[in-house]
């Protein structure tokens, strides 16, 4: 046996990294870390979507807006009717 690590072999692969080269290979990531890292920022992103939908008016405009800019900047200020 030599005492030697021969870089001309590719790495023996259990099943493991066979299911991992399965679901990574197809997608188009060559390395298996580029698709952890991609599925954990992606999933934040996601959620911080979806937590952030909350927030979102269906008329298409945000609630905050809906806010007179009268009340919030000068006080005794009477805004005319509209």
Do not use: W
Not at 20 to 41: D, E, M
Not at 44 to 53: D, E, K, N, Q
């Amino acid at each position: 046996m030599p005492f030697y690590y021969d870089f001309n072999k590719p790495p023996k692969s259990n099943a493991f990294l066979r299911g991992v080269r399965a679901i990574t290979k197809p997608l188009g990531f060559h390395r298996s870390y580029n698709f952890l890292l991609f599925f954990i920022f992606g999933g934040a992103m996601f959620g911080f979507g979806l937590a952030r939908l909350q927030y979102l008016d269906v008329d298409g405009f945000f609630a905050e807006q809906k806010i007179s800019k009268c009340k919030i900047t000068v006080p005794g200020c009477v805004e005319a009717p509209s």
